[in-house]
């Protein structure tokens, strides 16, 4: 079993920053891509940014200059460091990734519980 941990949400005025971890522990054989999806209410998720696990990154257009994406493999962590928020990043930010189960076969994915980002002065 593997559980995603996820911390650093709140409320920030416009243009602060706020940084995200997501932690993944359990019987971990191997983890494939790390992300964050984030849902605004009335709009459907949507992926904010990804990395992998060599380092290779991908953003949303309207979050790049502004977030960035970071890993530590040793830890089974995500980060992402949000700078220059604006009110339109307000939205329930969750982790993804995809993860090796011991005792499984291949690769799953799993999400984490959510944590809600409020900016607004």
């Known amino acids: 079993q593997v559980q995603l941990a996820e911390s650093g949400g709140g409320l920030v005025q416009p243009g602060g920053s706020l940084r995200l971890s997501c932690a993944a522990s359990g019987s971990i054989v191997s983890i494939n891509v790390m992300g964050w999806y984030r849902q605004a209410p009335g709009k459907e998720r949507e992926l904010v940014a990804a990395?992998?696990?060599?380092?290779?990154?991908n953003y949303a257009d309207s979050v790049k200059g502004r977030f960035t994406i970071s890993r530590d493999n040793a830890k089974n962590t995500v980060y992402l460091q949000m700078n220059s928020l604006k009110p339109e990043d307000t939205a329930v930010y969750y982790c993804n990734t995809r993860v090796w189960v011991r005792g499984t076969v291949g690769f799953r994915e799993l999400w984490g519980q959510g944590t809600l980002i409020t900016v607004s002065s």
């Open positions: 990395i992998t696990g060599g380092g290779n990154t």
